[in-house]
């Protein structure tokens, strides 16, 4: 507590005007953090950030997908939550036969209310059969274990190239069905 008594000497004078000084400093030094309050609940920052993760999700005791990605940005905080994968991603999802589905991409959003997997950029999924499909952005609903897209794509398998616009599918393209085909080529081997 500051003495505001009268001075009696140089030194005291000093002692006291030290003191204010610091209770000035002290008051203007405490700066209004709601801003940043606001966007933290907003989700405008990130609560987290990993590095090089890999992910194992087990149903019933087997493993169904293997997750990786350099670096995921957890934004649970925000009134939608969400994980983002800025800087690519793999997904391997495993059937019931142990068999695997790759999807890459260069960019992920998962969404954690709806199971939707968003992804972004140079998006390939290739099966344990060889079918490959090619598209700019894909969806893949884990609940349902569903592919589907409404973009451009590219589909290759052993014996045909198939072209067109919107696709959707299981994880393991046993019941895939093209929405729009532009090309239709066969492959002879």
């Not at 920052?45 to 957890?74: E, W, Y």
């Not at 991409?105 to 709806?114: E, G, K, P, R």
């Not at 045909?160 to 239709?184: A, H, P, Q, R, W």
Request: glycine share 4%; hydrophobic share 40%; net charge negative.
């Amino acid at each position: 507590m500051l003495d505001w008594k009268i001075c009696k000497s140089p030194k005291s004078l000093v002692l006291n005007i030290f003191r204010l000084l610091i209770f000035i400093i002290f008051i203007f030094s405490c700066v209004d953090n709601s801003s940043d309050l606001a966007n933290y609940k907003s989700a405008k920052i990130p609560i987290s950030t990993a590095f090089n993760i890999r992910t194992i999700h087990t149903d019933s005791g087997l493993v169904s997908s293997v997750v990786n990605s350099p670096k995921m940005l957890n934004y649970s905080n925000a009134n939608f939550p969400y994980y983002e994968f800025p800087e690519n991603i793999i997904i391997t999802l495993y059937d019931k036969n142990k068999n695997l589905t790759k999807i890459s991409s260069n960019y992920a959003i998962s969404y954690v209310n709806t199971d939707i997997i968003d992804l972004r950029g140079d998006v390939v999924i290739s099966t344990h059969i060889g079918d490959t499909l090619f598209t700019q952005q894909l969806y893949y609903d884990r609940g349902q274990e569903w592919l589907f897209t409404n973009l451009e794509f590219e589909y290759a398998s052993v014996d045909k190239k198939i072209y067109g616009i919107g696709f959707n599918s299981d994880k393991t393209f046993e019941k895939i069905k093209f929405l729009e085909v532009n090309g239709y080529f066969s492959v002879d081997e």
